[in-house]
């Protein structure tokens, strides 16, 4: 019994690519195990759920697992803009969401002019998005939900810039909403890559200045970073659980304030989906 849990905490702390088994006998001793079950004993398949845990630590944050370029199909077009990532938030109609800025549908994302809210799902029939992991993968959305009043931060009215499409299948590298929001003096992390900087890595600290009226501010560590292309990506906490969506900034490149979506936000224009 002693080797079977052993077996089971090695394999909850390293990296869930492999398939695990729980295997329990016809006398009812059940062992873990890294091959399918004898055909004596009940087998359950414990991949999924080792994989789902697997995006707690910040190494796969790091790696870039989750977060992703997405190019978007619409109507009128596809175009690429921005960035996304997947949020394991399961819906009545999808497992989990990849998740984005609402104004990357409109002028600042490169389109005519906005998709409303009311018309995202009828104009926006999907995305394809390449992980901003060493091994990229894409990953595959179905078409844009409504969410009530989304759009862009910079307009009057509630800060809803939130746009989210449903992925068939669970994504193993999923992230996960925080519990509770960052206070002032919080440390966050933007999580993105860079254009034509490629040796910062995807982590981006900053300082929690603010977090009222939707919008969580942060001010950059060593002053300022070039931020083209990152509306949409998430901003973390120290545990690698999203705390908001970043959507811009304020000031200089010498001192810039990030804004981004709160979690308080979040959690609101989501909880209409369930």
């Known amino acids: 019994m002693k080797k079977s849990f052993l077996l089971l905490a ?17 006398s009812g001793k059940t062992e873990f195990r890294d091959e399918p079950c004898d055909s ?25 697992q989750s977060i992703c370029r997405p190019e978007f199909h ?4 596809n175009y690429r803009a921005g960035t996304a990532f997947v949020l394991d938030y399961p819906t009545r109609n999808a497992k989990a969401l990849l998740v984005t800025a609402q104004h990357l549908f409109g002028p600042d994302g490169g389109m005519p002019q906005d998709i409303p809210w009311q018309s995202m799902p009828n104009q926006v029939s999907g995305a394809d998005c390449s992980t901003l992991a060493r091994n990229s993968r894409k990953i595959s959305s179905g078409s844009a939900l409504a969410l009530r009043d989304a759009q862009s931060f910079s307009r ?6 939130i746009a989210a499409l449903p992925l068939k299948d669970t994504q193993p590298f999923a992230m996960k909403l925080a519990k509770s929001s960052p206070k002032p003096g919080d440390t966050v992390y933007l999580v993105a890559q860079l254009l034509g900087d490629s040796r910062s890595g995807l982590m981006h600290k900053g300082t929690v200045t603010g ?3 939707g919008l969580l501010e942060f001010a950059y560590e060593g002053g300022g970073i070039s931020l083209q292309a990152t509306s ?5 906490n120290e545990s690698g659980e999203v705390v908001g969506i970043h959507v811009g ?3 200089s490149l010498g001192q810039m304030t990030g804004l ?10 989501l909880s209409t989906l369930q």
Do not use: E, M, Y
């Open 10 to 26: 090695l394999v909850l702390a390293a990296p869930c690519h492999a398939q695990i088994f729980q295997c329990t006998s016809s």
């Open 40 to 64: 004596k004993s009940t087998a359950k398949d414990l991949t999924a759920n080792l994989q789902a845990k697997s995006i707690s630590s910040l190494d796969s944050i790091r790696d870039g």
């Open 74 to 77: 619409t109507s009128g077009g």
């Open 156 to 161: 009057h009215g509630n800060n809803r810039d």
């Open 211 to 213: 977090n009222k009226a």
């Open 232 to 236: 949409g990506a998430p901003v973390i």
């Open 249 to 251: 900034a304020r000031g």
């Open 260 to 269: 981004a979506v709160n979690l308080n936000q979040i959690s609101s224009v």
